[in-house]
């Protein structure tokens, strides 16, 4: 009986932001910020938690102008098929900024091609723990939303850490490691991405005055929302 009820745990039925349905949510390991699935679409918990913040208080965004950095997964595929304005992009070293590579057009967070005030929503989907200047890269977002357009992304927020740890730098152009190197999966390399910064509950530090910023976090499993790192930021330029 014991077994029966520890592996009933394990399934849960609800309803899927993603796939905008009835479903069965499982327990595939557990490390449930990567292995708590939907059974349809397979999103893991952050995807399902920025589409349904991204619902809550951008319900209008299928007819916006929408761009993703560093896009994969379920989530992406969702926007993707459901905003007719979506666009997404790269960083490739080899290439120049604003090109097309293999049809993936290729940007840097810390230098954007885009013209200013011309996105509503930009997402990025842990990426900013990879980045090395994160406040050269929040001001350039900053610069291409319009007015009253948002920034919604999802990076791992240690809520131990009362202030932002740097993990790497760029010194004279090579990196330098300030701690033991760390890489999490990069779905366009297969050497992983550099983890440049562990945040804490400082992050907010990294944006400007222009910026008013909510942090959401909610853990519903009728949702499909459960598990480590499910912060969802909203930054909105004003």
């Not at 479903?23 to 699935?37: A, C, Q």
């Not at 679409?41 to 349904?52: D, F, K, N, Q, T």
């Not at 290439?95 to 011309?118: A, K, P």
Request: charged content about 25%.
């Amino acid at each position: 009986m014991g077994a029966d009820n520890q592996e009933s745990s394990k399934v849960n039925s609800g309803y899927c932001p993603i796939c905008e349905k009835e479903t069965y949510f499982y327990e595939k390991g557990n490390w449930l910020r990567d292995e708590y699935l939907c059974l349809y679409c397979h999103s893991i918990p952050r995807e399902r938690a920025l589409v349904h913040v991204l619902n809550q208080f951008e319900n209008n965004w299928r007819n916006l102008i929408i761009h993703e950095s560093s896009p994969g997964g379920a989530s992406a595929d969702y926007l993707k098929n459901n905003c007719k304005s979506y666009t997404d992009s790269h960083f490739f070293p080899n290439i120049n900024l604003g090109e097309y590579y293999n049809g993936v057009r290729c940007e840097n967070l810390e230098s954007l091609t885009f013209d200013s005030e011309s996105i509503d929503i930009f997402i990025t989907q842990d990426v900013f723990e990879h980045v090395m200047n994160p406040i050269e890269a929040f001001k350039e977002i900053e610069r291409v939303l319009k007015i009253g357009g948002v920034h919604i992304f999802t990076v791992p927020i240690y809520t131990k850490l009362d202030k932002t740890v740097q993990r790497a730098r760029i010194v004279n152009n090579e990196v330098e490691h300030i701690l033991e190197p760390d890489y999490h999966g990069n779905p366009i390399d297969k050497n992983g991405s550099l983890v440049t910064y562990e945040y804490g509950l400082d992050i907010t530090k990294f944006f400007s005055n222009a910026i008013s910023t909510t942090i959401y976090l909610e853990k519903n499993r009728q949702l499909g929302l459960d598990g480590e790192f499910l912060h969802v930021l909203i930054c909105r330029k004003n």
